[in-house]
């Protein structure tokens, strides 16, 4: 049985905003073990009590749908330690004591996976004991594949979770349920009858004073190495031989394995950056990025990214995937919208109505489908089927930490994807860093840079 659930890096908004929210909502559904503690691990000079009152704003902020009680008895077995979990010292003492197995989350900017596994590793977890390790997965190939190799022979005993919480989120998991739960989709789905598709994440949300975290990492390493491609391997993915952990890994891997090292030039022709600029979202004043706090305006860090793919296979040759996400526009928008090809029927001759597109919501619970129906006197007017649903609702960490519990890490990144995924954009971040792109920019609470 896994206690304490120690997270580190518990002072970041990652634990106020997504990690405690899930607890409380796994608490209230009776789903954590009897009796299972909670450690805080952070460089903060906090007492204990001072670190319950911030979590108490979190869940009182965050953790809406779980009642006072919940709150309170997560609160009851949150404990503190200071450390600084580069230190292997620093990290012993705050496991202190015998545990049965513990699990250690790292909830901490890319750029300390590797030095905080080392500290680790140094304090013995016990057998049975959880590693989680967030996104991005490092910061390039080539750390990445060294945090897996120190995993793999520092942790030999150890199950490893590489995090990507939007293969634990429902409406992601919806384009494998449409996918492969209908058989009426299965033989349009390739290029013969796909033009393109899109896979966007937009949001209003700023940096929100994360700027320690996000100003080394950007929308390129923040989303699209990591959740994009993975809603990408979805949506491209074959039938995998099983519903087993290891045939929906394996085919999720052959995806981004089909996927082409851009060259220089097409990076320049298939990619965007750019950064926001002074604006207003909703009447509310917004300050460029380069002037929030934390933020070093000469790195040039791109607050919005575009990305066109291909992928070299039977099914998908000459179709376009292109992968988009900005912080702090107009609209939050996240969505998979699958256009088909547009042929205007001969019975409609100069009525041509509109394209087929399907679209599957991945923050609202929609899935829409762009259909032409009569209008007056032979025309067409395009209207759309729409059905909108929640699965059960339960929110995407909820999901994750409960697959670590039970010890199941399906719906996690393995070893091979997370650098399968890091060759596609290693090529984007050495032409960006050359300059061969350049930054654009956009007023915050806008639609993104001009033309997108
Ligand atoms: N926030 C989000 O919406 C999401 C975040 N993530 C991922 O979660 C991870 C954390 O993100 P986020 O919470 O936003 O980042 P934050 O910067 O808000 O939090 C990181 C925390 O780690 C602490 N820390 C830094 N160095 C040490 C150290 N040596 N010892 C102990 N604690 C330390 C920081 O303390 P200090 O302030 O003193 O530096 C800070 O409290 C990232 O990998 C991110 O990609 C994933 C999904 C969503
Ligand atoms: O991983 C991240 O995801 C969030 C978006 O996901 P959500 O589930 O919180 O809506 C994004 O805002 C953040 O920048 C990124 O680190």
């Known amino acids: 049985m896994i206690d304490p659930f120690v997270i580190i890096g518990a002072s970041g908004d990652l634990t106020a905003r997504l990690l405690l929210p899930a607890v409380a909502e796994l608490v209230e559904q009776q789903k954590t073990p009897e009796g299972l503690t909670l450690t805080g691990v952070d460089r903060m000079d906090w007492t204990e009590e001072q670190f319950r009152e911030r979590m108490r704003e979190a869940l009182d902020?965050?953790?809406?749908?779980?009642?006072?009680?919940?709150?309170?008895?997560?609160?009851?077995?949150?404990?503190?330690?200071?450390?600084?979990?580069?230190?292997?010292?620093?990290?012993?003492?705050?496991?202190?004591?015998?545990?049965?197995?513990?699990?250690?989350?790292?909830?901490?900017?890319?750029?300390?996976?590797?030095?905080?596994?080392?500290?680790?590793?140094?304090?013995?977890?016990?057998?049975?004991?959880?590693?989680?390790?967030?996104?991005?997965?490092?910061?390039?190939?080539?750390?990445?594949?060294?945090?897996?190799?120190?995993?793999?022979?520092?942790?030999p005993d150890t199950l490893v979770f590489r995090i990507d919480h939007f293969l634990s989120d429902e409406?992601?998991?919806?384009?494998?349920?449409l996918r492969f739960g209908n058989r009426v989709l299965e033989s349009i789905w390739n290029q013969q009858h796909i033009e393109r598709v899109t896979i966007t994440w937009d949001e209003p949300l700023t940096v929100e004073g994360r700027a320690s975290y996000y100003?080394?990492?950007?929308?390129?390493?923040?989303?699209?190495?990591?959740?994009?491609?993975?809603?990408?391997?979805?949506?491209?993915?074959?039938?995998?031989?099983?519903?087993?952990?290891?045939?929906?890994?394996?085919?999720?891997?052959?995806?981004l394995r089909t996927i082409p090292t851009m060259t220089a030039e097409q990076v320049r022709q298939r990619s965007v950056r750019a950064r926001y600029v002074d604006g207003d979202i909703d009447g509310h004043k917004v300050p460029a990025y380069a002037r929030e706090r934390g933020v070093e305006a000469s790195r040039e860090t791109e607050t919005f990214a575009e990305l066109t793919l291909e992928?070299?296979?039977?099914?998908?040759?000459?179709?376009?995937?292109?992968?988009?996400?900005?912080?702090?526009?107009?609209?939050?928008?996240?969505?998979?919208?699958?256009?088909?090809?547009?042929?205007?029927?001969?019975?409609?001759?100069?009525?041509?109505?509109?394209?087929?597109?399907?679209?599957?919501?991945?923050?609202?619970?929609?899935?829409r489908l762009a259909v032409n129906i009569n209008g007056p006197e032979l025309t067409l007017v395009t209207q759309d089927l729409e059905l909108r649903s929640h699965a059960t609702g339960r929110l995407a960490y909820s999901n994750l930490l409960l697959d670590m519990l039970r010890a199941q890490p399906m719906l996690t990144l393995r070893d091979d994807e997370v650098e399968e995924a890091w060759r596609i954009v290693e090529p984007v971040l050495a032409g960006w860093r050359r300059g061969e792109v350049p930054l654009r920019e956009y007023p915050a609470g806008s639609a993104g840079p001009s033309g997108r």
């Open 61 to 155: 902020a965050h953790a809406t749908r779980a009642s006072a009680r919940t709150r309170t008895e997560v609160l009851r077995r949150l404990r503190y330690r200071r450390a600084d979990a580069t230190r292997g010292e620093d990290l012993r003492r705050a496991l202190g004591g015998i545990h049965p197995s513990v699990l250690a989350y790292l909830a901490l900017p890319a750029h300390l996976f590797e030095p905080v596994l080392t500290a680790l590793s140094e304090a013995s977890l016990p057998k049975g004991s959880v590693v989680a390790v967030e996104k991005p997965f490092g910061v390039d190939l080539a750390s990445a594949q060294r945090l897996n190799e120190l995993l793999r022979l520092r942790f």
């Open 171 to 177: 409406l992601v998991q919806r384009v494998f349920a």
């Open 215 to 255: 100003d080394r990492a950007g929308a390129l390493r923040d989303m699209i190495q990591n959740h994009l491609l993975e809603v990408l391997a979805l949506v491209a993915m074959e039938q995998p031989a099983r519903s087993d952990e290891r045939s929906i890994r394996d085919a999720r891997a052959a995806v």
């Open 311 to 367: 992928l070299a296979s039977w099914r998908w040759a000459g179709v376009p995937f292109v992968l988009r996400t900005g912080k702090a526009l107009a609209q939050s928008h996240a969505e998979v919208a699958v256009y088909f090809r547009f042929e205007p029927d001969h019975a409609y001759r100069g009525q041509p109505g509109g394209q087929n597109v399907l679209r599957i919501g991945l923050s609202e619970p929609y899935v």
